[in-house]
């Protein structure tokens, strides 16, 4: 059982570029969602999803895209990465947004 | 203006010290809260929940506490030990949708 397995680990873009940030559970949780977490600060809502083809936007969604065809993955997309959005990505699950949440390794980003 | 607040910003204590940390919040209505562990370089990993109507709840050594009167939690850690050292994260959802908000959390250092 892996759990939420984030890919990669690490990644670093020029201003401008565009990548996706990979997702994946299997614990066959309806929710999942993507967060921000910035240094002196709390974690971030960026997008979250409540099954496949359901996706809403939290806190901070400007810059990102993304969709939920299957109930396993949930993929983040950067259009086009500023230095604004270095940070360090998790992507979590859970059976719904009441119960704990499961969060995957992180993506560390650097964009320059 | 983040609602939850926590304290100490970062705390060192000897292995086998006992100590707790403190989380204020001005969530309103209020759902539950929760506290959760991150280990450098790792994402949070759950400890606790509690809902409105716990004043309590345990998970091994930790001991969250709750007072949604006054609208704080602390969360007490028993005989330190040197894995206990990451980051403690206080957790407040006010129970509709999706919003959680999160506390910037605190950096334990345990010492041999």
């Known amino acids: 059982n892996a759990g939420v397995t984030q890919t990669p680990k690490f990644q670093v873009l020029k201003t401008g570029q565009s990548m996706t940030l990979q997702c994946a559970q299997d614990?066959?949780?309806?929710?999942m969602s993507w967060y921000r977490q910035d240094p002196g600060m709390g974690l971030r809502l960026i997008h979250y999803?409540?099954?496949?083809?359901?996706?809403d936007q939290g806190e901070v969604p400007n810059g990102y895209n993304v969709s939920r065809s299957t109930t396993e993955d949930f993929p983040l997309r950067l259009l086009s990465a500023a230095p604004s959005q270095t940070s360090v990505y998790f992507c979590?699950?859970?059976?719904?947004?009441?119960?704990?949440?499961?969060f995957g390794s992180g993506t560390q980003l650097s964009v320059l | 203006k983040n609602q939850v607040e926590q304290s100490p910003q970062s705390l060192i204590i000897l292995e086998g010290k006992n100590c707790t940390l403190q989380?204020?919040?001005?969530?309103?209505?209020?759902?539950?809260l929760r506290w959760y562990k991150q280990d450098t370089g790792r994402g949070p990993v759950s400890l606790t929940i509690?809902?409105?109507?716990?004043n309590t709840k345990s998970n091994g050594r930790y001991t969250a506490t709750l007072d949604a009167d006054t609208k704080q939690s602390s969360l007490h850690i028993t005989a330190s030990q040197l894995s206990d050292s990451a980051s403690y994260i206080c957790?407040?959802?006010?129970?509709?949708?999706?919003?959680?908000?999160f506390g910037a959390g605190t950096r334990l250092t345990v010492k041999p």
């Open positions: 957790v407040v959802s006010p129970g509709w949708d999706n919003d959680m908000r």
């Open positions: 509690m809902t409105f109507s716990e």
């Open positions: 614990m066959n949780h309806e929710y």
């Open positions: 999803s409540v099954g496949a083809g359901i996706t």
């Open positions: 989380c204020n919040y001005t969530v309103s209505p209020f759902s539950n």
């Open positions: 979590a699950s859970s059976y719904s947004f009441r119960e704990k949440l499961f």
